[in-house]
């Protein structure tokens, strides 16, 4: 399995490399951003396309390790709940098997309808 990881992070690196290498006018080109509303208007600096693509991977990044991160917390509750729930009920079948045993009339002989009595 780490060979696997090895060589599938290694092309994974070949082949940025060659996109980088192949794309490296389109990367290197610099473009403003603008952001214009009724009252309010930006304008960022000319920036790189490479930035920008790194920018948006890293925004998209943060925003997917943001929602794993809220659904690991809303399972690892789930799971604690579930927990205590099962200890809960592992005592209470251990209190029910230390309770003596009796006969369902509480002791009594039962007359049996063809005039047998249990014991």
């Known amino acids: 399995m780490k060979t696997a990881k090895a060589v599938g992070l290694g092309l ?20 403003t951003f603008r952001f214009d509303l009724l009252l309010v208007s930006v304008q960022t600096p000319p920036l790189m396309t490479a930035l920008i693509l790194l920018l948006c991977f890293g925004l998209g990044f ?14 690892k509750k789930t799971v604690n709940a579930l927990k205590q729930q099962r200890v809960r009920l592992e005592e209470e079948v251990n209190s029910l098997r ?4 009796t006969t369902p ?12 009595q249990s014991a």
């Open 12 to 31: 994974l690196i070949i082949l940025a490399v060659v996109f980088i290498v192949q794309n490296l006018k389109a990367l290197t080109h610099a473009e």
């Open 98 to 101: 230390n309770l003596p045993l």
């Open 62 to 75: 943060l925003a997917a390790y943001a929602l794993g991160f809220s659904d690991r917390r809303r399972l």
């Open 105 to 116: 009339t509480g002791g009594r002989d039962v007359v049996r309808p063809n005039g047998a």
